[in-house]
């Protein structure tokens, strides 16, 4: 007996009576990274979803029943998975890593993921939802769990997913041919870590009234070429002047002297900020300690901590200071997107 529970339950179920025993075995065979000590490299979706609106949830409801909701998110979104023939690998946070054998599979199960959270009043009513980010390619299975370039860009799509959205490659949409439910748009590119161009994204359509959203689509689609080839960001500091094109890497602002820009100051972080070209903008980044201000026009000055902003037009960038008291080291810009 004791041998028979410390083997993977997905065998012992196989021994179980009735028809769990062909799912069992249909799982077994898409999955063989479930036997104990394997290691491989084979094609795979890769799945990340994580909770939009939970930093806020805890504020308002504390930690004991705001864990209580995002672990009923989590768990809602495994049995989605496990419809759909896919396998949660693990949580961290506020998110789930699932794997599924295909990047049709993965797909669907994001798309019903989405639905399933959207449709739930009590989520509603605490202003939860999902972005959801997948990719489909080699990834190397050891001991239960994945790694590899794979898992890097399916985590990239999921940084690059908002609230209520599902980003993967356009190379992973592509591999769907044949399933008819499934509809994209395109985002244009991004850059992933490790990869020597950006690749091509798109946003995966999941509501059930898709009028507003096909108007939207056909209007991306006339000028969308046109308007990344024309992006350009202008940064200006102490004399120096740096361009930035949607083609350009991410662009680091910090302390550390192999930053894009470095900004010597103690109040500011060796990797203080980054500024991006994503889903169409120059999209600035605060990783921070003390936080990032913006001004931007005639706007008020805004403080970024954490968080991103898209930058427009012309405007300044103060790093770990307010602009009042930081005025030696202000990095001015300027868009054309």
């Not at 083997?7 to 999955?31: D, H, M, N, W, Y």
């Not at 409801?61 to 672990?71: E, P």
């Not at 889903?279 to 990032?292: A, P």
């Amino acid at each position: 007996m004791a041998e028979a529970d410390s083997q993977p339950e997905l065998f012992r179920e196989v021994r179980a009576e009735g028809p769990s025993i062909q799912l069992a075995v249909e799982t077994a065979a898409a999955f063989p990274y479930y036997c104990d000590g394997m290691s491989t490299t084979q094609p795979i979706t890769i799945l990340f979803a994580d909770v939009s609106g939970s930093t806020k949830l805890f504020e308002l409801k504390g930690d004991v029943v705001a864990r209580q909701l995002v672990s009923a998110v989590l768990g809602a979104l495994g049995e989605v998975a496990g419809r759909h023939g896919g396998r949660v690998i693990k949580t961290i946070g506020d998110e789930v890593m699932c794997t599924f054998p295909t990047a049709l599979q993965g797909i669907l199960a994001a798309i019903d993921m989405q639905r399933r959270i959207a449709h739930d009043v009590q989520l509603a009513r605490d202003n939860l939802a999902i972005r959801v980010g997948l990719h489909h390619g080699d990834a190397l299975i050891e001991e239960g769990d994945v790694y590899g370039d794979a898992v890097n860009t399916a985590a990239r799509m999921a940084s690059l997913a908002k609230r209520e959205q599902i980003v993967t490659t356009a190379s992973s949409a592509q591999t769907t041919a044949g399933g008819g439910a499934v509809r994209t748009r395109a985002l244009g590119t991004a850059r992933v870590s490790g990869k020597l161009l950006p690749i091509e994204i798109v946003d995966v359509l999941w509501q059930d009234d898709m009028s507003n959203v096909t108007t939207v689509q056909r209007a991306i689609k006339i000028d969308d070429h046109i308007k990344i080839a024309e992006a350009k960001l202008t940064a200006r500091y102490r004399g120096r002047v740096m361009e930035l094109s949607p083609t350009s890497p991410p662009f680091i602002l910090g302390r550390d002297p192999n930053a894009g820009l470095q900004v010597d100051a103690e109040w500011v972080s060796r990797s203080h900020a980054m500024i991006e070209y994503k889903r169409g903008y120059f999209m600035l980044i605060d990783r921070s300690t003390n936080g990032t201000w913006v001004k931007q026009g005639e706007e008020d000055e805004l403080r970024l901590h954490r968080d991103e902003v898209h930058l427009r037009k012309a405007g300044c960038i103060s790093l770990g200071q307010a602009l009042a008291v930081n005025k030696d080291d202000i990095i001015y810009y300027q868009c054309t997107t």
